[in-house]
């Protein structure tokens, strides 16, 4: 048995325990997530249980002789400073700053610096745009959890069939994480929060790999596998400024938080609604869409009209209960 395939079969018996043992660190300094006119949830729960995925990449760089340094090193910047976020808020000009960090060595890492000087503002304001993004998105019970186990299990997918260039246990020991913190997370009333450390963390995972992948490929249909959690921030930013709003503070304005709060249907059939979408969506794009050698302009704009002309109906269904709820 290598040292990987041991890894793998004692990391869920080390992500249990480093978890239940941080529940107890969080409650007794309390890391606390406390409910507000914007929370999903209506009971104090803790916080920053996202934890165990930097576990996770730790365990993954002690087993890998910490290959891939440039991406851990920013890993490392971007995970501490979310990490302190959810212990006390950090001012936003700092979180921006690492960000800003990690994703220039996330780009070197990815291109080895072989872009031209055009790409880096387009590379940029993409990554730090997906990176809080995701973090948007991590507003109820399982959507995190679910969602990247479908993003994780895609590129799991393309890594076994040569598609993907890049070492399995970044792609499974967070796999492992996840399912794990779906134990505590992926229910009615949770027992954690993954915390800005647990949807930033798994974000810059998701980004690199998504990266790596478009990037070998030479292929930008496959940020389309990132289209669910795309359509739903980018429309719910347009209906905010349309609005008036102010698109840096807090709301309950995107589709799954109408859909849980004003619908009323429960966190995790909407988690699970979000992440079967993404699979779908997903087998689409890498076993029909893909293989045929669609890379066009056309595409893109055909598959966005698709995602808009059922998100904008459904939104306004939700939007119309929750003013009735008013």
């Known amino acids: 048995m290598t040292s990987s395939n041991l890894l793998y079969l004692l990391s869920p018996l080390i992500f249990l325990v480093g978890l239940l043992l941080y529940f ?59 990490f302190m976020d959810d212990i006390r808020q950090m001012p936003k000009r700092w979180r921006l700053g690492i960000q800003l960090i990690a994703v220039v060595l996330l780009v070197f890492q990815i291109t080895e610096g072989d872009i031209a000087w055009w ?33 994780l299990g895609s590129f799991l997918y393309l890594q076994q069939t040569n598609v993907l260039e890049v070492e399995e246990g970044l792609i499974i020991l967070p796999i492992i994480a996840t399912l794990v913190f779906s134990i505590f997370n992926a229910r009615k009333k949770a027992r954690s929060f993954a915390g800005d450390v647990g949807s930033i963390s798994l974000a810059f995972i ?12 030479q292929n930008f249909m496959y940020i ?13 930013i347009i209906q905010r400024l349309l609005l008036g ?40 794009i890498i076993g029909y869409v893909i293989p045929l050698d669609y890379n066009s302009f056309a595409v893109h704009f055909g598959l966005l009209i698709l995602s808009i002309s059922i998100y904008i109906p459904t939104k306004i269904r939700f939007n119309k209960i929750a003013q009735q709820a008013l």
């Open 224 to 236: 389309w596998l990132l289209g669910v959690y795309g359509i739903d921030c980018i429309l719910t």
């Open 119 to 151: 790409q880096w503002g387009v590379f940029i304001l993409l990554f730090v745009s997906i990176i809080n993004f995701y973090n948007f998105m991590d507003g109820i019970n399982g959507i995190t959890a679910f969602y990247s186990l479908v993003m």
């Open 245 to 284: 709003q102010n698109i840096l503070k807090g709301h309950r304005l995107h589709l799954y938080q109408l859909m849980a709060n004003e619908g009323g249907i429960s966190h995790v059939k909407v988690s699970a609604l979000y992440a079967l979408t993404q699979l779908l969506l997903n087998i689409l």
């Open 206 to 217: 998701v980004l690199f790999l998504l990266g790596l992948l478009c990037w070998e490929q």
């Open 24 to 82: 107890r660190l969080a409650e007794k300094y309390k890391i606390i997530d406390k409910p507000n006119e914007r929370s999903s949830h209506s009971v104090p729960t803790v916080r920053g249980g996202g934890i165990i995925f930097v576990l996770a990449i730790f365990l993954f760089a002690l087993n890998n002789h910490f290959s891939y340094g440039l991406f851990l090193l920013g890993f490392l910047g971007l995970s501490t400073i979310s």
